[in-house]
């Protein structure tokens, strides 16, 4: 069945530096990747999403990469803060057509360090 | 975003029992799912709740165990039946407005969850 591994698990960074995290799918058909930051407590909350069409997005801090081809996208973190201390996952959609379903990954725990 | 809100917030309830979880949403949305978080674990899609029909679940999860309702546009309930205490979970409703082409994804918003301990 559909798959995506996410990596690392945990992740601590000092603040002001960059975090990166990668994700990985098995369904060639997936076109669209949302990133949820959760923290403790908290439902999952959207921080930046990107469709097939394109290959990177850009939202201030936050930049999300998608290589189509070896089906991985990640994401990037500039200029890291305590407030972006959470657990991070991403998903990708369950096949190409609008079924609206997710299939997320494991989950990054990062920790921003002052 | 939708404002999504579920009830109840948590429950701690006895094993054998059922418990239904309430999600409602303040404007109509096309998609609705139910989503179960086991602690410290990722988000596992238990089924798509389809408005006026019998919802579909994903592998592992059965309408008996999970039953789920969707009487309109923007209300779902979802039952978790004869718990025991492997059921003992966050379990969160999603939902998707449409707000673009139908050939894109839409962005998915999740409700505050029900945390759900069962002894």
């Known amino acids: 069945g559909e798959n995506v591994e996410q990596h690392p698990s945990t992740l601590s960074v000092q603040e002001g530096d960059s975090a990166v995290i990668k994700c990985t799918y098995s369904?060639?058909?997936?076109?669209?990747f949302p990133w949820y930051k959760q923290e403790l407590g908290k439902r999952p909350q959207l921080i930046i999403d990107?469709?097939?069409?394109?290959g990177e997005k850009k939202d201030q801090r936050i930049a999300v990469t998608l290589n189509k081809t070896a089906k991985h996208f990640s994401l990037h973190i500039t200029e890291t803060q305590p407030e972006d201390s959470a657990v991070y996952f991403c998903?990708?959609?369950?096949?190409?057509?609008?079924?609206?379903?997710?299939?997320f990954g494991q989950g990054t725990t990062l920790q921003v360090k002052p | 975003s939708a404002v999504i809100s579920q009830k109840p917030s948590r429950d701690i309830c006895q094993r054998g029992t059922s418990l239904t979880i309430q999600c409602q949403v303040d404007?109509?949305?096309?998609?609705m799912f139910w989503y179960r978080q086991q602690p410290g674990q990722s988000l596992t899609l238990i089924a798509t709740?389809?408005?006026?029909?019998?919802?579909?679940?994903e592998s592992g999860f059965v309408i008996d165990k999970f039953p789920i309702s969707r009487p309109n546009l923007t209300f779902s309930t979802l039952t978790v039946s004869n718990m025991s205490p492997e059921d003992s979970s966050i379990y969160l409703c999603?939902?998707?407005?449409?707000?673009?082409?139908?050939?894109?994804?839409?962005?998915?918003?999740f409700g505050p969850g029900t945390r759900l301990t069962v002894l």
């Open positions: 998903a990708a959609s369950i096949g190409s057509s609008n079924t609206g379903k997710l299939i």
């Open positions: 999603s939902v998707v407005r449409l707000a673009g082409s139908l050939l894109t994804h839409n962005e998915q918003f």
């Open positions: 369904d060639s058909a997936s076109n669209y």
């Open positions: 990107i469709r097939s069409n394109v």
């Open positions: 709740a389809n408005q006026g029909s019998e919802a579909t679940y």
């Open positions: 404007s109509q949305v096309t998609m």
